[in-house]
């Protein structure tokens, strides 16, 4: 039934696209990753090829509103095939708009509508309806802010964010400003969003402001974003009431923070990029780690990493107009361990893009415990596997 529908609703928009100017594009991704055996986790070494070809159409009807489209179709081959369980993102789409095929196989394919929205403005006022990008934040590696649908600070690939189904109002002040309302409404009730925001400039510092509900969680945080000489400078908080805590899928505490502190710096084809982030909900000792991973914070997707204090360092350097090197350092301060991923990012054509990269980790081994099979952590990335692939992108 469902895939009658989706074929249904694909027959619809091909008959628009015959019946009126629409403008189409797309890209095709493939992902090919290797990962060394786990002590931690106990999963044997594997391979899984990950495809994505996304399809796109916007129409615009006149000055006042344009509709946006996104179809988009993965096919993986895993190895050691399993249940794909789910994505964050699907805590925040109330319609399902996806089908899968041979979930448990190694050869998986899933097809879904990542974007279907209508576009209203009237003046200043802006009225987007329909499954959207939305993201909050301002920073490059990790945004505290960005907390509706947000990229781990080690994705590769952070060009698309997943669609989310949402009602957003915007009105653009007249001293430069805008202000906004969002609505997002997630798979069951406990995960609907209300989110206010105010985007502004104090004289040359920028100022984001952003309260309201999330996902049956009170919050409120601000960034600030400027510079200082040669620096640029942003800072982000942000301050949760917990959900559910004490709870196996609710939140660690009753009341946490999220923070972060990033710098630029760049002279010439070198750029670097650190950042100090805070994390409220995560643990103080690695005994914790298993509760943080299993809590809400982490299975809604606010963010992957389960310690409390880390820095994160971004070099790059453009060894030839076609050719950068760049590196990713995420180092858990309390355990010492450590994520250092180098990287080469190559531009084959003005459309066709290949990078090739390692992840080597580090950190104390896990210990075993007196029940047979069951591992005793003693750092975050202590006994995670190295891992390493290409990424190639190819847009139309």
Sequence with gaps: MKTAALLSLAAVVLSC???????????????????????????????????????????????????????????????????????????????DLETDWRRDRQLYSLVQIDRLNLRLTVGRTDLTVGRQAIGFGRMALFS????????????????????????????????????????????????????????????????????????????????????????????????????????????????????????????????????YFYHGAGGSRAEDYPRVARSAVVAEGMTSLLGRHYLLVSPGYQLHPLLTGQMLLIWNLLDSSAVLRPMFDWSLAENLSLQLFWTFTSGKKPKPRTIPGVMALRSEFGGVGDSGGLFLQYFF
């Design 144 to 275: 505290p802010l960005d907390n509706i649908a947000p990229f781990p600070p080690d994705a590769l690939d952070s060009g698309v964010r997943p669609g989310v189904d949402a009602l957003r109002w915007a009105y653009l002040t007249p001293f430069g400003g805008e202000f906004q309302f969002i609505t997002v409404a997630g798979d069951r009730r406990e995960h609907n969003s209300f989110i206010g925001t105010l985007v502004t400039s104090m004289a040359t510092v920028d100022l984001l402001v952003i309260g309201g509900r999330l996902r049956d969680r009170n919050t409120f945080g601000f960034g600030l974003a400027g510079n200082l000489g040669g620096l640029g400078l942003k800072g982000e908080v942000v301050h949760y009431e917990g959900a559910r805590v004490g709870l196996i899928d609710g939140d660690p505490r009753q009341r946490f923070a999220l923070g972060a502190l990033e710098v630029w710096f760049g002279s010439g084809d070198l750029t670097v990029l650190a950042e």
């Design 17 to 95: 696209v015959s019946a009126t100017a629409w403008d189409g594009g797309g890209s095709f991704k493939s992902l090919n990753l290797y990962q060394d055996a786990s002590v931690a986790t106990g999963q044997r070494s594997s391979y899984f090829s990950a495809n994505r070809l996304r399809l796109t159409l916007d129409h615009r009807f006149d000055e006042q509103s344009d509709l946006e489209c996104a179809v988009e179709n993965l096919t993986l081959y895993r190895d050691n095939p399993g249940g794909t369980g789910s994505r964050p993102a699907w805590v925040n789409r109330r319609f």
